[in-house]
């Protein structure tokens, strides 16, 4: 009898068992939810402008038996050039010295020095508009050297803020196309991502053109600022 008892406890046990099992498992399969979706997108933006102003280097070379005499000419037609760029109405703060070099000349064999050759080279930023007179005027004043132009935007950062709107636009447009094919709702930005920075890109086209009777013609063309962001955006 008491082992018949026994028999029958266990039986109860498994069956309450098999009972709390039954009810549990589906609780548990509910409770396991996915965790919260995201979409990461990149954008990519332009905005054109013209360039407003241009930089040049210039430069004179000048040859003497001495070391001496070679960079004290070199100075004197330096200084000209100079004064020249800053009788065009060039601020000082436009003007830099890049390049001082002294360099000996030998004769044909080598194996003697036969005199010294100097240089100086200045850089100048000017509005490109008067881009062409100031090279004749550095010419004029004895620069035999003269490299540029290259053009740039002053206030370029303005661009670069249009730029970056418009890659922000981008990212967000093709993150609504994925949303919407894969079911999901765009929630908030969650990372923005924009090191890329600006990046000036140079696109011929209609141009200014800055003349004067003896001065090369300057086409300014347009740039494109380029911006682009990593965006990653909440989904569900």
Known sequence: ????????????????????????????????????????????????????????????????STATEALSRNAAQARAIVTALKQT??????????????????????????????????????????????????VGAGANNVGGPNLSIANRSSLYDEALKQALADAKTKAQTIAAATGLTLGGVVKVDASGGETPVPVYGAALTAKAAAAPPIEAGTQQVQASVTVTYSAS
């Open 89 to 138: 109405g060039i601020d000082a703060s436009s003007i830099q010295t890049t390049q001082v070099s002294l360099w000996p000349q030998t004769s044909n064999d080598g194996n003697q020095i036969v005199g010294y050759s100097a240089s100086n080279s200045v850089e100048a930023t000017v509005p490109i508009k008067s881009a062409g007179d100031t090279v004749d005027a550095a």
């Open 1 to 64: 009898m008491n082992r018949l008892r026994t028999t029958l406890l266990l039986a109860a046990v498994l069956l309450v068992a098999a009972a709390i099992a039954g009810v549990a498992q589906p609780r548990l399969a509910h409770t396991a939810t996915p965790a919260g979706s995201t979409i990461t997108v990149s954008g990519n933006g332009t905005a054109n402008g013209v360039p407003d102003q241009a930089s040049f280097d210039f430069g004179v070379t000048t040859q003497a």
